[in-house]
T-cell receptor
Framework: NAGVTQTPKFRVLKTGQSMTLLCAQDMNHEYMYWYRQDPGMGLRLIHYSVGEGTTAKGEVPDGYNVSRLKKQNFLLGLESAAPSQTSVYFC????????????FGEGSRLTVL | GQQVMQIPQYQHVQEGEDFTTYCNSSTTLSNIQWYKQRPGGHPVFLIQLVKSGEVKKQKRLTFQFGEAKKNSSLHITATQTTDVGTYFCAGPRITGGGNKLTFGTGTQLKVEL
């Protein structure tokens, strides 16, 4: 029962480097989301997708790009990492919209030096 | 934009004491969800409330949705150490952006023996 799987789980980057976080779900969910979590600020939506080939901006999209080429995968990219992007990133998926139950991955802890 | 606030931000209780967290939205919500995140873990869905004034119980947890559908509460009776974690409420926008969930800032619960 994999559910939602995120890779990598930990990563340290230098300012200006790029990287991609991968989210994979095996529940055939249409909707997928990327959140970031910072102390005292809860979960903030970065980007989301309502189906294969679609993406849309959330609350804090600047500095990030996403792609949903396959229904089961949702990629989050940082083109030029900044220290302000140090955070824990969570991917989630849901079957219905407005979002029903969100299923979260275990998170990816990113540190930008 | 839509804001979802939770109070208190932190709560320390002795085991056996009750605990309540309150969630307030700046806009009307079509439904509200509650999630629990254990320390170092990922958010896990607890429940969804849909109807105005709805009350649902899960063992020692009681969830309420306000009559105006702009506020909600989670009450835990006789807390246990297993209740430790951060509790988040979340709601979709009722007008536009209905595919997205806005999370509250969370209430961190610590239970002391």
């Amino acid at each position: 029962n994999a559910g939602v799987t995120q890779t990598p789980k930990f990563r340290v980057l230098k300012t200006g480097q790029s990287m991609t976080l991968l989210c994979a779900q095996d529940m055939n969910h249409e909707y997928m989301y990327w959140y970031r979590q910072d102390p005292g600020m809860g979960l903030r939506l970065i980007h989301y997708s309502v189906g294969e080939g679609t993406t849309a901006k959330g609350e804090v999209p600047d500095g990030y790009n996403v792609s949903r080429l396959k229904k089961q995968n949702f990629l989050l990219g940082l083109e030029s990492a900044a220290p302000s992007q140090t955070s824990v990133y969570f991917c989630a998926s849901s079957m219905t919209s407005p979002p029903g139950e969100l299923f979260f991955g275990e998170g990816s802890r990113l540190t930008v030096l | 934009g839509q804001q979802v606030m939770q109070i208190p931000q932190y709560q320390h209780v002795q085991e056996g004491e009750d605990f309540t967290t309150y969630c307030n939205s700046s806009t009307t919500l079509s439904n509200i969800q509650w999630y629990k995140q254990r320390p170092g873990g990922h958010p896990v869905f607890l429940i969804q409330l849909v109807k105005s004034g709805e009350v649902k119980k899960q063992k020692r947890l009681t969830f309420q949705f306000g009559e105006a559908k702009k506020n909600s509460s989670l009450h835990i009776t006789a807390t246990q150490t297993t209740d430790v974690g951060t509790y988040f409420c979340a709601g979709p926008r009722i007008t536009g952006g209905g595919n997205k969930l806005t999370f509250g800032t969370g209430t961190q619960l610590k239970v002391e023996l």
